[in-house]
């Protein structure tokens, strides 16, 4: 990482007036002016032209503070100073190489740089990549910006997306403008935006799916960013399109979920393919996606998802962050009434059909985003890869952008399950693919303990994350692997924290980090949850365990599963096994106890 040079005080007298003067030019009070007087409230949305796209913003904001409540600081800071309009602020502190303060922390993740002190004094970066879709030539562009200006490394995210590390204080203007000159964008990746859109990663080349998401999630994403009053939210929002192919987006765990579907001949509606719109998703606070009754054309997911997010900007809560997400404004309203209030932003009306007449969805391989696959496409294959803890070192990434350019289409595919995918290889160089993959240091015939392991960033780089779940779910794996054989594929989701970046309730195995009172110490350890899963085997996990030592999960997972193949029906998954016992049932295995 380049270190930051030293400041003569007569260039930090020049930056510190700088700054001034831009903070006065905004009418903010100065960074370190603990006596500032209180800013003067923002202009009331009546006094902007109509054509502001942060007028309907101001406008809700007014009507919640109207009806009697108080807008929470992020709220405030919305209101105060728009967040893409910081870059001079950006700029100065970036020659001073002193990282943002207060508020302009949550500022900045509007342009996906995310302050990540204590657990790291850096930024970290998280792109926008629709569908989880990287040229060779940008994966390359991102292994140079991963080693000039981060720690040398990129993670794999659970929403098909990248994340740069390590960031100093002195380059975060750097990243932006290398990453824009690859023709990509951090640009609302952070915050109260609309998050990375995730779509089927096999999307255009399964021999399964039922519509190609790829246009979708582009024609969307553009949409997006051209339209400046879908930035600044309650909260952040997901959106996830499922084209009906073998590997899931887990579409029905996001605040808008489209899922391909076909209607036959002989129904209500024309015979064709169309999406199912699913609204609210938000597992970490127990809740599934719930069909919103209609049946959308391809080319009406666009203006309906559009029509959602504006009435979530003009009645989410913004006097409450917890309350602050799509699933609770339907718990208020409910179903109907949001679809009536999203009616008058669409073009035409909506759809409304019945579940019932579309056809059952194809099935989900839950290996599918592991190993060598045939394509739609005759005389193709793809393969996935998988990296040790979802992470990339620049020399592996900038590899397999090579790989992908010379021997496939020069495309990655990013998945939900934190891994990615080298896509279009002719079948007679698959073996030889396969090897110069394998030479990087990366797998492709993972075991299914190791292609189900998903863990977010944990607290070696987030600040509510309680346990460093990365390394506990490789000590997991590397434990598990010589002693136990599976024969049917397992999910184990390690997270941080409550915010659930690894759905941890929708996994086989969900682990959600604590702390562990040890009586003269404190320790890391998880509460356990079993039996959750998404699509066809749908469900919240239930918790049989909590408090359990990280050093001592992997022995006691161990229990858990030789219970299960000693114990299961024939050719039964550790899902179905899991939900045909009880809590108390499942938790004597623990202990290696028998069932009853």
């Known amino acids: 990482m380049s270190q930051n040079a030293a400041f003569t005080e007569d260039q930090k007298e020049y930056l510190e007036g700088f700054i001034a003067g831009l903070a006065r030019k905004r009418g903010m009070p100065l960074p370190n002016d603990a006596a500032a007087a209180p800013k003067p409230p923002a202009e009331p949305a009546s006094s902007r032209p109509s054509s502001d796209p942060i007028t309907i913003h101001i406008a809700a904001q007014d009507r919640a503070v109207a009806a009697g409540g108080k807008l929470v600081p992020e709220e405030l800071a919305k209101r105060e100073k728009n967040p893409f309009d910081i870059w001079d602020e950006m700029a100065a502190n970036a020659m001073a190489g002193r990282f943002p303060k207060g508020l302009d922390v ?28 990287v040229t060779a030539h940008q994966a390359t562009g991102l292994a140079e910006i991963a080693e000039h200006f981060g720690g040398g490394y990129v993670d794999i995210t659970t929403r098909a997306n990248l994340q ?71 909260r952040k929002f997901n959106i996830a399109l499922d084209g ?38 938000l ?55 949001l679809m ?16 019932q007449i579309c056809e059952p969805r194809g099935p989900i391989d839950r290996q599918a985003h592991v190993g060598i696959h045939p ?46 995918l080298v896509s279009d290889i002719p079948e007679p160089q698959v073996a030889d693919t396969a090897a110069e993959i394998e030479a990087l240091g990366l797998a492709i015939n993972a075991s299914p303990l190791r292609a189900g392991l998903v863990a977010c960033t944990g607290n070696a780089g987030c600040k509510f994350a309680l346990a460093d ?12 692997e010589p002693r136990i054989a599976l ?40 509460h356990l949850i079993v039996g959750g899963g998404s699509g066809a085997e749908l469900g919240l996990g239930r918790e049989i365990a909590r408090d359990i030592p990280a050093d001592a999960l992997p022995a006691r997972l161990e229990t858990l599963l030789r219970g299960y193949l000693g114990h299961r029906e024939a050719g039964e998954s550790f899902h179905a096994f899991a939900n045909r016992h009880s809590v108390e049932q499942l938790a004597q295995l623990l202990t290696a106890e028998a069932l009853s």
């Not at 002195?170 to 932006?176: G, I, K």
């Not at 049946?295 to 809560?317: N, S, T």
């Not at 209030?341 to 579940?355: D, I, K, L, T, V």
């Open 375 to 420: 394509q739609a496409q005759p005389g193709f294959c793809y393969i996935g890869v998988t990296a040790r803890a979802s992470r990339l070192d620049a020399a592996q990434l900038r590899g397999l952008a090579e790989i992908a350019a010379r021997r496939g289409s020069g495309t990655l595919r990013l998945t939900v399950w934190q891994n990615l």
């Open 244 to 281: 009906g192919g073998r590997v899931g987006v887990l579409e029905d765990t996001n605040d808008i979920g489209f899922a391909a579907v076909r209607v036959g001949p002989g129904k209500p509606v024309p015979e064709g393919v169309y999406f199912r719109m699913l609204l609210g998703g």
């Open 469 to 480: 779940t990365k390394r506990h779910a490789l000590a997991i794996a590397d434990y598990l």
């Open 164 to 234: 740069i590390r390590e960031i100093g204080a002195a380059h975060p203007l750097d990243v932006l403008m290398a990453i824009d000159e690859l023709g990509l964008t951090s640009r609302g990746s952070g915050a109260d935006n609309i998050r990375n859109l995730t779509g089927s990663p096999t999307a255009g080349i399964d021999p399964q799916e039922l519509i190609d998401t790829r246009p979708l999630t582009r024609a969307l994403y553009h949409h997006i960013l051209n339209h400046r009053e879908l930035y600044g939210l309650p």
């Open 487 to 526: 024969d049917a594929p397992l999910n184990i989701h390690l997270t941080g924290c409550p915010n659930s970046c690894a759905q941890h309730y929708v996994g086989d195995i969900g682990l959600l980090a604590t702390k562990v009172d040890l009586g003269d110490a404190e320790a890391e350890g998880y």
């Open 283 to 337: 597992t970490g606070h127990s809740a599934f996606a719930q069909d919103s009754g209609v049946l959308l054309e391809p080319r009406e997911v666009v203006p309906a998802a559009a029509a959602i997010v504006r009435v979530f900007i003009d009645h989410g809560d913004r006097t409450d962050r917890k309350k602050a997400r799509l699933k609770y404004l339907i718990e208020r309203w409910g179903i109907e009434k």
């Open 340 to 355: 009536a209030e999203a009616a008058q932003h669409m073009p035409g009306q909506w759809r409304f059909a019945a579940a």
């Open 106 to 133: 949550f500022r900045h993740k509007f342009h996906g740089l995310f302050y990540v002190a204590p657990n790291q004094d850096a930024f970290m970066l998280r792109l926008r990549l629709p569908g989880g879709i």
